[in-house]
């Protein structure tokens, strides 16, 4: 089952971050395609998914559900369930996690060391999924200590993925080094009419237009760019810089705090969105002022009254 996605600017998913709340408002800005944050199969299995996980709205669509395991057989099954309960535009499997925690649980990244295994776990959730019409796409890196891209991606498009998206480094490499948009080129001319999505240091719109043509990639994923600046996708659609002071971003946070509270409990959205407005005050003037005022704030209440008042 293809999926069709063309010249797409895509929010990439970051633990902790692109929950519904910024998923909307990305998507007001003209992001083109979404994905949740990755959900654990055998949790999904045995105690239901989390709610503040799997929670998103009709402005969110085109919007892919991401699922993490270890099991081929749990892997499908989680996604059966969350596929048939909430009916997203696909289900991705996460193959590129590379936190301590995840890779410890032998789980997404650890993955990227057995290209066949992977092949078997997109095989058997397209096989899960085919008779609820929803496609499967996987995200992935160039291979856990070294780049087997070529392998995995052979694995994948056998097992009939229907999209892959790529962060083009290594899963040891983390964040460091630069991100190689050069293999990006690479998968899409294995991949044929396979959508390739690209991902990885990408800072600026320009940026974005220079990698659809340089690579022929189908989409391109923002994902660290967007937590500092969301309105990178409003750029790129108007193809021009755009200038957000202080205020609009104080506004911003303040909408997507009021949007959280329709799935997380109010004092620990509050908490949860602290990390977020570091990110959002990057490149303004008097920023660590700003971040302490914002970090000592101890409730909800203060929180927001800080807010206002800076």
Request: aromatic share 8%; net charge positive.
């Amino acid at each position: 089952m293809k999926l069709k996605i063309q010249k797409e600017v895509i929010l990439a998913p970051l633990a902790g971050y692109t929950h519904s709340a910024f998923r909307r408002l990305c998507k007001k800005l003209g992001a083109d395609r979404t994905y949740s944050e990755l959900m654990n199969a055998t949790g999904i299995i045995y105690k239901g998914e989390e709610k503040e996980l799997a929670y998103f709205t009709d402005e969110e669509r085109p919007i892919h559900l991401q699922v993490y395991g270890r099991n081929p057989e749990e892997i499908a099954e989680a996604a059966r369930k969350i596929a048939e309960k909430y009916k997203p535009e696909a289900i991705d499997i996460n193959f590129g996690c590379s936190v301590k925690k995840v890779l410890k649980a032998k789980a997404a990244g650890y993955l990227l060391q057995f290209p066949k295994e992977m092949g078997k776990i997109v095989a058997d959730t397209v096989k899960a999924l085919k008779p609820l019409n929803v496609p499967v796409t996987a995200k992935i890196r160039l291979g856990f200590y070294e780049d087997t891209l070529e392998e995995i991606a052979e694995e994948l498009l056998k097992a009939d993925v229907s999209a892959i998206a790529l962060h083009p480094r290594t899963a040891k490499q983390g964040f460091s080094g630069n991100a190689n948009w050069e293999r990006v080129k690479d998968l899409k001319k294995i991949a044929g009419d396979t959508p390739i999505i690209g991902s990885g240091d990408i800072r600026s719109w320009r940026e974005i237009d220079q990698k659809f043509e340089e690579t022929g990639c189908d989409g391109v994923m923002i994902g660290r760019a967007a937590l500092a600046n969301p309105w990178i996708f409003k750029e790129f659609k108007e193809k021009k810089d755009i200038e957000v002071g202080l205020k609009e971003r104080i506004e911003f946070i303040l909408r997507e705090l009021q949007l959280m509270w329709e799935f997380f409990e109010k004092e620990r959205a509050c908490k949860v969105i602290k990390a977020q407005i570091s990110q959002i005050f990057k490149g303004i003037r008097g920023k660590a002022k700003l971040n302490d005022m914002v970090m000592r704030s101890k409730t909800c209440k203060e929180l927001i009254k800080n807010l206002k008042n800076i």
